[in-house]
């Protein structure tokens, strides 16, 4: 049980577009998701907290215009990169909790490449 | 502040243990955790420790704490080849994670 579930695994796609990651809790439903970003050979930072209804939390220094979160359903979340630039090439991870939970389930991560 | 801190690499023989440290900053934390990343990969929750515990043993794994020193360790014992990854402690701040920076561990024969 409690799987997390990203697509696509890996994009690449051209400076100027925007690419859409999906996150899925696919057995439970999650009141929160999270987003999170990593860098090569660094921590996981997190992006943003969103909760099923209502507009995410994004932490310091993270540009919500820029970084669109949706979390449509209990079992949804999407990371929208609008414009995107070489330098938001990542790895980003999302987590989902359970109601009534603290424990995150990690996603695999969807690695994007922007040329 | 918002801080923990985790030796960047760690080298062990195949069959010794490993002993990965971690310091952590709010003593208000709930739950510390441990998570295993392999190349490439998502997070793979590995064991957690509640806050007023000051040890957990799951099979090879071992967590100690020490809540006075906000020290947390994972102790791996008979070492594996397999277990080459990237180990995060993690400390819960309300409910958000806060992660080191991971501590690479490489298995040699």
């Known amino acids: 049980g409690a799987v997390v579930s990203q697509h696509p695994s890996r994009v690449i796609c051209k400076s100027g577009t925007s690419v859409k990651i999906e996150c899925r809790s696919l057995d439970f439903q999650a009141t929160t998701m999270f987003w999170y970003r990593q860098f090569p050979k660094k921590s996981l930072m997190l992006m943003a907290t969103?909760?099923?209804?209502?507009?995410?939390?994004?932490e310091q220094g993270v540009e919500k215009d820029k970084f669109l979160i949706n979390h449509a359903s209990l079992t949804l979340s999407t990371l929208t990169v609008t414009s995107a630039h070489p330098e938001d090439s990542s790895f980003y991870i999302c987590s989902a909790t359970a109601v009534s939970s603290y424990e995150q389930y990690f996603g695999p991560g969807t690695r994007l490449t922007v040329t | 502040g918002e801080d923990v801190e985790q030796s960047l690499f760690l080298s062990v023989r195949e069959g010794d243990s490993s002993v990965i440290n971690c310091t952590y900053t709010?003593?208000?934390?709930?739950?510390l955790y441990w998570y295993k990343q392999e190349p490439g990969a998502g997070l793979q929750l590995l064991t957690y420790?509640?806050?007023?515990?000051d040890m957990k043993q799951d099979q090879r794994l071992t967590v100690l704490l020490n809540k006075k020193d906000k020290h947390l360790s994972l102790r791996i014992a008979d070492t594996q080849t397999g277990d080459s990854a990237i180990y995060f402690c993690a400390e819960t701040v309300g409910n958000k994670l806060i992660f080191g920076a991971g501590t690479r561990l490489a298995v040699h024969p």
């Open positions: 969103s909760n099923e209804g209502s507009k995410a939390t994004y």
């Open positions: 709010d003593s208000s934390s709930t739950y």
């Open positions: 420790i509640f806050s007023n515990m």
